[in-house]
């Protein structure tokens, strides 16, 4: 299993950035999500999507700007991010969940204020 998280990058407070994850090696859609890395502190979930995509989680600290479409790709999930904060800059890891957590090699998101 492969995951490939790209879409990262330096915005500004009040922004919108949409992350996308790719997954290869696995023949149908399995539980993924996003979870993040903030400087200094450690790995949060941030949201997921069930494994018939149907069903979504957002974490309550980012719940109304951040979420997971629900009509994301075969074996590949988006994270819409609005309304950027700068408590938003972190490592942002893709997480695909089949008996074991696989993860990507996360992209950078860096808010400005």
């Known amino acids: 299993v492969q995951l490939q998280a790209s879409g990262g990058g330096l915005v500004q407070s009040g922004d919108s950035l949409i992350l996308s994850c790719a997954a290869s090696g696995i023949g149908t859609l399995k539980r993924m999500g996003w979870y993040r890395q903030p400087p200094g502190k450690q790995r949060e979930w941030v949201a997921s999507?069930?494994?018939?995509?149907?069903?979504?989680h957002t974490a309550d600290s980012v719940k109304g700007r951040l979420t997971i479409p629900r009509l994301s790709r075969k074996n590949t999930i988006y994270l819409e991010m609005n309304n950027l904060r700068p408590e938003d800059t972190a490592i942002y890891y893709c997480n695909l969940f089949d008996y074991q957590d696989y993860w990507g090699q996360g992209t950078l998101v860096t808010v400005s204020s």
């Open positions: 999507i069930s494994d018939g995509g149907g069903t979504t």
